[in-house]
């Protein structure tokens, strides 16, 4: 090809290198179809898991009714996840971090179904009525154990599977399937759950998800990262898992989002554990503890999906975060102060809504933004730490609010649905035994001699939670401050 001159010889070999660098570019970086896979099969194990977490919350009578216990020792069926969250976390920051995203996807996968199987065995016949409780506690801990190598994995799988553009948009699908567990428990438990005999049922039903979920993971995912890397930030080396928890416990910015964070998550598993008890004595029965607690869930992943994409688009990690974390914290106010008051099941089910609706839309938007703030400290560190401060926090806000919980007298609580009144118990606080805490649908050969409980009254559960939420919501909305450090590298990488 002729030129008429220099300049157009040089314009045309600019572009050709140009060229040449793009096609460069395509080859060092590419995504993959089988993402989509690997993240429906973390999906579908943390449905599961989340499906075991809370189904004893929402039929917290009938679970102490069958395994003659107290309304407290159920919510520890609950509680034990938190619990062992907080030192299994490390392990699976440290899990995904060494050994990838495969490795944690089994070990969770695995002892999640192990665990669901040992609960319904607790049901069995050859176990005796004294030891069944130690059976379903052992295998909710075994499963509790599950849970942090399912729920930390969304942002370390995202990072090392997806572009840039649909990194939060992934991480909010893979850590929104948990809280979708938690719905589906909600409705399912109350549905299959009238009287204590059911509680079998429901514990063999819970079985099939986790073992679909085990097979499409054992059989369906291969290798724990793609064959070429999405991004540059991918591709690029990371600080070990103790380098990068030091320098992650020394930047300031993420300590804020730790703490803040954490909270908001605490509160929300607290809220979840005592949904039942707080309706309960305001007039409300078990389904609707189920209904209020299934749509704040429905709405909180409507939420998330779409600060996913908003995110995804403007890059907005911070404003979105403030912004959907103060709405959520008016409305855990807003909550507080309705179910203070009998027959207010609409204005407290409206603001379950509302903190299911921002809540769960910051959830993915902050673990995003500790990944952000922290770069190029390793995904599963962040997110590790971010979800064990939750976990920490949701051990003491439960358990102060089983602590702040009042004795309900029966006279003041005339609408109360938590029990049965009857001529007996009706304006005193003798000890309700658990034989009341049945509905009318129980046989009379299922009434047995229970250990005694209270109505409890989580008013001031309610208050304390709500104070706490505005304070940590002050300190996010007026102290964090950063840069976003991996779509800086990211950036200067492809301008090079």
Same mark, same amino acid.
């Given at each position: 090809?002729?030129?008429p001159?220099?300049?157009?010889?040089?314009?045309?070999?600019?572009?050709?290198?140009?060229k040449?660098?793009?096609?460069?570019?395509?080859?060092?970086?590419?995504?993959?179809?089988?993402?989509?896979?690997?993240?429906?099969?973390?999906?579908?194990?943390a449905?599961?898991?989340?499906?075991?977490?809370?189904?004893?919350?929402?039929?917290?009578?009938?679970?102490?009714?069958?395994y003659?216990?107290?309304?407290?020792?159920?919510?520890?069926?609950?509680?034990?996840? &938190?619990?062992?969250?907080?030192?299994?976390?490390?392990?699976?920051?440290?899990?995904?971090?060494?050994?990838?995203?495969?490795?944690?996807?089994?070990?969770?996968?695995?002892?999640?179904?192990?665990?669901?199987?040992?609960?319904?065995?607790?049901?069995?016949?050859?176990?005796?009525?004294?030891?069944?409780?130690?059976?379903?506690?052992?295998?909710?801990?075994?499963?509790?154990?599950?849970q942090?190598?399912?729920?930390?994995?969304?942002?370390?799988?995202?990072?090392?599977?997806?572009?840039?553009?649909?990194?939060?948009?992934?991480?909010? !699908?893979?850590?929104?399937?948990?809280?979708?567990?938690?719905?589906?428990?909600?409705?399912?438990?109350?549905?299959?759950?009238?009287?204590?005999?059911?509680?079998?049922?429901? &514990?063999?039903?819970?079985?099939i998800?986790?073992?679909?979920a085990?097979?499409?993971c054992?059989?369906?995912?291969?290798?724990?990262?793609?064959?070429?890397?999405?991004?540059?930030?991918?591709?690029?080396?990371?600080?070990?898992?103790?380098?990068? #928890?030091?320098?992650?416990?020394?930047?300031?910015?993420?300590?804020?989002?730790?703490?803040?964070?954490?909270?908001?998550?605490?509160?929300?598993?607290?809220l979840?554990?005592?949904?039942?008890?707080?309706?309960?004595?305001?007039?409300?029965?078990?389904?609707?503890?189920?209904l209020?607690?299934?749509?704040?869930?429905?709405?909180?992943?409507?939420?998330?999906?779409?600060?996913? !994409?908003?995110?995804?688009?403007?890059?907005?990690?911070?404003?979105?975060?403030?912004?959907?974390?103060?709405?959520?914290?008016?409305?855990?106010?807003?909550?507080?102060?309705?179910?203070?008051?009998?027959?207010?099941?609409?204005?407290?089910?409206?603001?379950?809504v509302g903190?299911?609706?921002?809540?769960?839309? #910051?959830?993915?938007?902050?673990?995003?933004?500790?990944?952000?703030?922290?770069?190029?400290?390793?995904?599963?560190t962040?997110?590790?730490?971010?979800?064990?401060?939750?976990?920490?926090q949701?051990?003491?806000?439960?358990l102060?609010?089983?602590?702040?919980?009042?004795?309900?007298?029966?006279?003041?609580?005339?609408?109360?649905?938590?029990?049965?009144?009857?001529?007996?118990?009706?304006?005193? &606080?003798?000890?309700?035994?658990?034989?009341?805490?049945?509905?009318?649908?129980?046989?009379?050969?299922?009434?047995?001699?229970?250990?005694?409980?209270?109505?409890?009254?989580?008013?001031?559960? !309610?208050?304390?939670?709500?104070?706490?939420?505005?304070?940590?919501?002050?300190?996010l909305? &007026?102290?964090?401050?950063?840069?976003?450090?991996?779509?800086?590298?990211?950036?200067a990488?492809?301008?090079?």
């Amino acid at each position: 090809m002729a030129y008429p001159d220099k300049g157009a010889f040089v314009m045309e070999m600019s572009r050709e290198y140009m060229k040449l660098l793009k096609d460069s570019r395509d080859d060092n970086y590419r995504v993959y179809s089988g993402r989509w896979w690997i993240l429906s099969t973390l999906s579908a194990a943390a449905v599961s898991n989340g499906m075991a977490w809370i189904c004893f919350a929402a039929i917290t009578n009938f679970t102490a009714a069958y395994y003659h216990v107290t309304a407290d020792d159920v919510n520890w069926l609950s509680l034990i996840y &938190l619990v062992v969250a907080v030192p299994v976390g490390f392990v699976t920051g440290w899990v995904l971090d060494t050994f990838g995203i495969r490795t944690g996807m089994l070990i969770g996968s695995w002892t999640n179904l192990l665990g669901i199987i040992l609960r319904y065995l607790s049901t069995l016949p050859a176990v005796p009525e004294d030891g069944r409780f130690a059976v379903v506690m052992c295998g909710q801990g075994l499963a509790a154990f599950a849970q942090p190598f399912l729920l930390f994995a969304p942002t370390k799988l995202a990072a090392v599977w997806f572009p840039e553009n649909q990194r939060a948009i992934a991480n909010t !699908l893979g850590s929104m399937a948990n809280p979708l567990g938690i719905l589906v428990s909600f409705l399912v438990s109350s549905a299959i759950v009238s009287k204590p005999s059911d509680l079998p049922t429901m &514990l063999w039903v819970y079985i099939i998800p986790a073992a679909v979920a085990c097979a499409m993971c054992t059989l369906g995912v291969h290798r724990s990262t793609p064959p070429t890397p999405p991004t540059a930030s991918a591709a690029g080396d990371h600080e070990s898992f103790y380098s990068g #928890m030091k320098k992650c416990v020394r930047n300031v910015p993420f300590m804020i989002l730790l703490v803040t964070f954490g909270g908001g998550y605490a509160i929300f598993n607290a809220l979840s554990t005592f949904m039942e008890q707080i309706v309960c004595p305001i007039g409300y029965n078990d389904d609707f503890a189920g209904l209020v607690g299934g749509m704040m869930i429905a709405f909180g992943l409507v939420g998330a999906i779409i600060a996913g !994409l908003i995110v995804d688009r403007t890059q907005a990690f911070t404003p979105v975060t403030k912004i959907c974390f103060t709405l959520a914290v008016l409305s855990i106010i807003g909550m507080a102060l309705f179910t203070h008051f009998d027959n207010l099941g609409i204005p407290v089910a409206i603001f379950a809504v509302g903190f299911g609706l921002f809540g769960f839309a #910051m959830f993915p938007i902050a673990l995003e933004l500790g990944v952000e703030c922290t770069y190029p400290v390793a995904e599963g560190t962040s997110s590790s730490l971010l979800q064990i401060s939750g976990q920490f926090q949701g051990i003491i806000l439960i358990l102060i609010g089983q602590f702040l919980a009042q004795p309900l007298n029966t006279m003041d609580a005339p609408v109360q649905q938590c029990i049965p009144i009857n001529t007996t118990t009706v304006g005193t &606080l003798a000890p309700i035994t658990l034989a009341d805490n049945v509905t009318s649908a129980t046989s009379t050969t299922e009434r047995y001699q229970y250990s005694p409980i209270y109505i409890q009254d989580m008013s001031v559960p !309610l208050y304390v939670y709500g104070g706490y939420a505005i304070v940590i919501c002050l300190i996010l909305v &007026l102290a964090f401050r950063t840069t976003y450090r991996r779509i800086e590298a990211e950036q200067a990488t492809n301008n090079t």
